[in-house]
């Protein structure tokens, strides 16, 4: 299992990994802004240790999207419930396993918890965003319920009220999973994109 630490100033065990991997734009916020932006309020970056090893963070940031970027179906029942305003969210604005410790399953955890954590937001919180480097890694965010942002390039947005519904069954069905697995069945119940959900 991974700890999520807030990040800290002071670099933690194992970063010499990420440094050789200095070309990285991802690693190069990390290592450049991540405190800037910190102390600035701008976002806040949580690191990921694996066995107490230092193996990559994430950082979130308020955000919204216009409601026209989210599915057609959420823009016409917003307007039917005659809800004028764009649903509030949590920008993912970085997520990174340093590149010895991919393909492990750390990636699907990491986003298991930034998810855990906006569902916990103090704030109403409907959706996350995300706007991924390129095509392949869009089909990572796909993987696990991620939609497309209608007009908005490359961005994604993750529904949370959706995960927090049908994850009550995928818990019921699948008990034995960890966390991170429940997280990829539900992305595989969410590429059939329904035609009528509950907005509130
Ligand atoms: C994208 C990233 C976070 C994935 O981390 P990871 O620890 O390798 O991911 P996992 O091992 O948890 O993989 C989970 C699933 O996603 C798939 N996956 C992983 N990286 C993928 C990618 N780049 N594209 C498509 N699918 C990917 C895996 O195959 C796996 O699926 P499977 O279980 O069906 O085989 C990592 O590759 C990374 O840090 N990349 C560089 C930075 C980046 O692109 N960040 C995202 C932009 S915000």
């Known amino acids: 299992m991974l700890i999520v630490r807030a990040y800290r100033v002071i670099r ?29 309020r701008l976002c806040r970056t949580y690191d990921l240790l694996f066995e107490h090893q230092w193996c990559g963070f994430f950082s979130l940031s308020n955000h919204t999207l216009k409601i026209q970027a989210t599915a057609q179906w959420m823009s016409e029942l917003m307007r039917k419930k005659n809800i004028p305003r764009e649903p509030p969210g949590i920008l993912l604005s970085q997520l990174f396993i340093c590149e010895a410790m991919r393909g492990k399953g750390h990636g699907a955890e990491a986003l298991w918890h930034a998810i ?47 995960y927090e519904e049908t994850m009550r ?32």
């Open 116 to 162: 855990r954590f906006c569902l916990k937001s103090p704030a109403g919180c409907r959706i996350l965003v995300v706007d991924p480097l390129d095509d392949q890694t869009k089909n990572f965010y796909k993987k696990f319920g991620w939609y497309s942002a209608r007009g908005t390039g490359k961005k994604m947005y993750f529904d949370l009220l959706r």
């Open 12 to 40: 933690p065990r194992g970063l010499p990994v990420l440094l050789k991997e200095q070309g990285d734009p991802i690693a190069k916020f990390y290592l450049h802004d991540a405190g800037l932006y910190e102390r600035q």
């Open 169 to 200: 069954e995928v818990r019921r069905l699948y008990p034995a999973e960890s966390p991170a697995n429940q997280l990829k069945i539900f992305g595989k119940m969410e590429t059939v994109e329904p035609l009528q959900r509950s907005l509130i």
